[in-house]
């Protein structure tokens, strides 16, 4: 049947040096929400790749000795663009990736133009040091330079945001890229492709290789002439791409998973806390990263809070991910699906109780909808914090609630995972909210609030959830070489 209609479905090309080539080999790629194959992505291996680094490295004397300010603009003329197309982007992204088209519109698209008019400023603003020794005659200062071709991989759940979040600052400090997006989310980045050249980004400065991550991606991370990889994904691959770029001992930056705590204490106001954590738990079906999934509730509110939290959670509605009041869209593949049920199959078979959602509540699907990857927001009890539920990332829409009693004890518990990416606390005591927060063990903390963020501050994980931080000073540490140079007068 896929042959019958192929004649409609999007072709995906490579983008090198400046060109859309295509490909010898395609991959299929599936509409979530309707479980179709729609668009065929380029199956991209060494040779691609290959000629991919060739064009960066040609492109790279010329694009690092502009100015930063001729750069910078060059970035802004890029956001404009993509900003111009903000609806075509959102569509795009929410067909490819089952998010909701509310969520498309008002948080990946926007957030992939912010990600090139930040750094697009704050390439402007950077100093580096300098240091005196007169009793020596010397004078110290650090000057920084790009690496060179950069390599890029992005996940699929927040497609051309993370995919941008890389590009820019990569660029910006005057390297060019070789970017390898999701074999499953490529639609934007090819779309964004389309735009550089309007933009001035000169060809080879960004070039794009479609494909899996078994071929394409370790064609990349294994190249010799990619001296840095930036990567986000899941902590597995990070281990992988640690192995095969040891050889080259390249620069890596690794944001990786998570299993996110949220600590509810009995001073919290409940009618601000319940709302954010439905929403830290469940926005994008649960597939970011960032997403709270233990949650840690003091026992004098803990069956109110349930109560209350289930009630809330109830009020998202699951369907069709282009109509606008639907708030769960599809999960990005049938197998994830099937992953994310099975968590909550074993949590019921350790005898947790599943407060509503999957295999509690009726699931009704429009026609067109009933193939796609759809399942209810989850809400899940009585689970122990050795259960798989407690410990491993699920990555949808589950979330567990538990009791616990003391500071002291929330604080170990929450620490016990091998994760170490953000966290959430909720109280009203100015002086718990920080002693909390600095005994967690992650890379985030945020009090009384969920997902606000400041690009210039640093972003990133502790222990399994990554190595490196990126940010307005962070990346750009990340994608420039330092040197110091000593001058004797
Ligand atoms: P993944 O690790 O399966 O894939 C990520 C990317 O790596 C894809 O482009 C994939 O093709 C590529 N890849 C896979 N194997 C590779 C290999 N051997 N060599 C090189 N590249 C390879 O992750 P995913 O399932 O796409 O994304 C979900 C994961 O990403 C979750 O664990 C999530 O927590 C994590 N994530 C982390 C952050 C963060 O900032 N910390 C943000 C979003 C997602």
Same mark, same amino acid.
């Given at each position: 049947p +896929? ?11 490579n983008?090198i ?24 992505v ?5 040779? *691609?790749?290959?000629? &991919?680094?060739?064009a ?6 010329i694009?690092s ?6 750069r910078s !603009? ?12 903000l ?9 490819d990736?089952?998010?909701?088209i509310?969520? /498309?519109?008002?948080v ?5 133009v912010?990600n $090139?008019?930040?750094?697009a400023?704050?390439?402007l ?13 010397c ?11 950069a390599?890029l ?11 941008t979040?890389?590009?820019?600052p =990569? ?13 499953m989310?490529?639609?934007? =980045? ?5 735009l550089?050249?309007? =933009? ?8 794009v ?5 078994a071929?394409?991606g370790?064609?990349l991370?294994?190249?010799? =002439? ?6 986000t994904g899941s902590?597995?691959?990070?281990q992988?791409?640690t ?11 690794l944001e ?5 705590p ?7 106001d409940?009618?601000?806390?319940i709302p954010?954590?439905?929403?830290s738990?469940? &926005? ?13 509730? !003091?026992?004098?509110?803990?069956s109110?809070?349930?109560?209350r ?23 990005i593949?049938? *197998?994830?699906l ?6 909550v199959?074993? /949590?019921? /078979?350790?005898? +947790?109780?599943v ?8 699931? +009704?699907?429009p026609p067109?909808?009933?193939?796609g990857? $759809? ?16 410990q491993e990332?699920? $990555? ?10 003391t500071?002291?004890?929330v604080?170990r518990? /929450? ?7 953000? +966290?959430?606390v909720?109280s ?28 210039n ?22 994608f420039?070489?330092?040197k110091?140079?000593?001058i004797?007068?």
């Amino acid at each position: 049947p +896929a042959m019958a209609h192929s004649k409609a479905l999007l072709v995906l090309e490579n983008f090198i040096g400046g060109k859309f080539v295509p490909c010898s080999s395609y991959i299929d790629s599936y509409n979530p929400s309707t479980g179709d194959v729609y668009c065929r992505v380029p199956d991209s291996g060494k040779e *691609e790749v290959e000629a &991919a680094v060739k064009a960066a490295k040609e492109a790279f004397p010329i694009w690092s000795s502009k100015s930063p300010l001729e750069r910078s !603009q060059i970035l802004n003329k890029l956001a404009d663009l993509i900003e111009h197309d903000l609806e075509a982007f959102a569509q795009a992204e929410s067909k490819d990736q089952g998010k909701t088209i509310t969520f /498309a519109r008002t948080v990946d698209i926007p957030r992939a133009v912010h990600n $090139f008019r930040f750094f697009a400023s704050s390439i402007l603003h950077h100093v580096t040091e300098c240091t005196e020794m007169p009793t020596m005659g010397c004078v110290h200062y650090t000057s920084r330079a790009p690496v060179g071709v950069a390599g890029l991989i992005s996940p699929w759940n927040l497609p051309l945001y993370l995919l941008t979040w890389k590009i820019a600052p =990569a660029i910006a400090c005057g390297n060019t890229v070789v970017a390898k997006p999701s074999e499953m989310t490529s639609v934007t =980045a090819w779309m964004m492709c389309k735009l550089l050249d309007k =933009a001035g980004v000169p060809p080879g400065v960004v070039n794009v290789v479609f494909g899996t991550g078994a071929k394409a991606g370790e064609a990349l991370v294994c190249h010799p =002439a990619v001296p840095l990889i930036s990567f986000t994904g899941s902590t597995l691959t990070a281990q992988r791409i640690t192995e095969k770029s040891a050889p080259h001992c390249k620069r890596l930056s690794l944001e990786l998973g998570g299993k996110n705590p949220a600590i509810v204490f009995d001073d919290a106001d409940l009618g601000h806390c319940i709302p954010t954590t439905v929403r830290s738990s469940f &926005a994008n079906q649960g597939e970011i990263c960032l997403c709270t999934s233990r949650i840690f509730v !003091q026992r004098g509110i803990y069956s109110e809070f349930l109560k209350r939290f289930v009630e809330e959670t109830k009020k998202w509605k699951t369907g069709n991910p282009s109509d606008p009041s639907i708030n769960v869209g599809a999960l990005i593949s049938k *197998e994830h699906l099937e992953k994310v049920r099975n968590y909550v199959k074993k /949590a019921q /078979a350790e005898g +947790a109780r599943v407060l509503c959602g999957e295999g509690v509540d009726p699931l +009704a699907l429009p026609p067109g909808n009933q193939k796609g990857y $759809f399942m209810l927001p989850t809400v899940i009890a009585e689970v122990k914090d050795e259960s798989c539920c407690m410990q491993e990332e699920i $990555f949808g829409p589950v979330t567990c609630v538990v009791p616990f009693d003391t500071e002291e004890e929330v604080i170990r518990r /929450a620490n016990s995972v091998k994760y170490g990416l953000a +966290a959430t606390v909720w109280s009203s005591n100015v002086g718990r909210v920080h002693r909390v927060a600095h005994r967690l063990q992650s890379g985030l903390v945020w009090t009384n609030c969920w997902l606000v963020r400041d690009l210039n501050l640093p972003f990133g994980g502790m222990k399994a959830s990554g190595i490196g931080r990126e940010g307005a000073k962070d990346s750009y540490e990340f994608f420039t070489e330092v040197k110091t140079i000593t001058i004797k007068h």
